[in-house]
Nanobody, 115 residues
Framework: VQLVESGGGLVQPGGSLRLSCETS????????LSWHRQAPGTARKLVAY????????LYNESVKGRFTISRDNDKKTLYLQMNSVKPEDTAVYYC?????????WGQGTQVTVSS
């Protein structure tokens, strides 16, 4: 199982960014996928997850209405559209899948929100 995040970077408050997570090694369309984030000195937290039915989503209250999780089963890629970003969104963002009783993570992509 491999998960590779991309799309992070420096963005101004109020701006937008789209993260991608390219995957391989499992039947993408059959698994729930999620985004998590970890700010320095804090625990990793769930940002959003998406079910095998792409209309089934759940968001952390702190990002609800600003972030959108989506998936492309043909491309085996997970996305996180981040709009109206805030300085408190600064963190390393990770995608994740639970596969055969193990949780797999990507290497993470840094998002920094600053003017």
């Amino acid at each position: 199982v491999q998960l590779v995040e991309s799309g992070g970077g420096l963005v101004q408050p109020g701006g937008s960014l789209r993260l991608s997570c390219e995957t391989s090694g499992f039947t993408f369309r059959s698994y729930v996928l999620s985004w998590h984030r970890q700010a320095p000195g804090t625990a990793r937290k769930l940002v959003a997850y998406i079910g095998t039915n792409p209309t089934s989503t759940l968001y952390n209250e702190s990002v609800k209405g600003r972030f959108t999780i989506s998936r492309d089963n043909d491309k085996k890629t997970l996305y996180l559209q981040m709009n109206s970003v805030k300085p408190e969104d600064t963190a390393v963002y990770y995608c994740s899948v639970d596969f055969q009783n193990s949780r797999y993570w990507g290497q993470g992509t840094q998002v920094t929100v600053s003017s």
